[in-house]
């Protein structure tokens, strides 16, 4: 689970700085404010997994404890 964690965050940040790229460079507007969209999107589906519970558990966390 934290290579999934480790690798959705790479990935935003490399869709943040593409995003920028072509918003720099300008006629890929369209492209470039959907690449900010779905960085948005697993930004939260980051936030989902690591947010503690009022437990004091995260969904990652559960996650890595159940049996194999």
């Keep these: 689970m934290d290579i999934a964690l480790s690798l959705l965050v790479l990935?935003?940040?490399?869709?943040?700085?593409?995003?920028?790229?072509?918003l720099r460079r300008g006629g890929y507007r369209k492209q470039a404010?959907?690449?900010l969209g779905l960085a948005a999107v697993m930004i939260?589906?980051?936030v989902i997994w690591t947010l503690p519970t009022p437990?004091?558990?995260s969904?990652?966390?559960?996650v890595g404890q159940a049996p194999k």
């Design 11 to 22: 990935t935003v940040t490399a869709l943040v700085l593409g995003a920028v790229a072509l």
């Design 55 to 57: 437990a004091g558990q």
């Design 33 to 35: 404010l959907l690449m």
């Design 44 to 46: 939260a589906n980051i």
């Design 59 to 62: 969904l990652s966390g559960v």
